[in-house]
């Protein structure tokens, strides 16, 4: 089970960072990604992380604004965003695939086959 927190509503500009709780254990076989929708649109993958060696990937349009990061203490993946823009509003989704070969592939959502119920970030 992933449950989102964080989200809410900010200015043009701001920040906000959003959390993922993870019920099962994050070993190091597991990709965690971020992903967002809107109304009408189909869902975009935002940013993942390997949890065996911590690497990322991001959207073109979020480069150098988010940071996806894990904290294995707390059992969580967190997205910071800075800079926000009005087109980042959206729902955002937290989803782990723990059976990684170590490939978190940010535009296949099929990929992930646990997904919290969201939370929302409204830029305006």
């Known amino acids: 089970q992933l449950v989102e927190s964080g989200g809410g509503s900010v200015q043009t500009g701001g920040s906000l960072t959003l959390s993922c709780k993870a019920s099962e254990y994050l070993y190091s076989g597991t990709c965690v990604g971020w992903f967002r929708q809107t109304p009408g649109k189909e869902r975009e993958g935002v940013a993942t992380i390997y949890i065996g060696d911590s690497s990322t990937y991001y959207t073109e349009s979020v480069k150098g604004r988010f940071t996806i990061s894990r904290d294995i203490d707390k059992n969580t993946v967190s997205l910071e965003m800075n800079s926000l823009k009005s087109e980042d509003t959206a729902k955002y989704y937290c989803?782990?695939?723990?059976?990684?070969?170590?490939?978190?592939?940010?535009?296949?959502?099929?990929?992930?086959?646990?997904w919290g119920q969201g939370t929302q970030v409204t830029v305006s």
């Open positions: 989803a782990a695939d723990f059976g990684s070969n170590g490939y978190c592939y940010i535009d296949l959502s099929t990929q992930y086959t646990a």
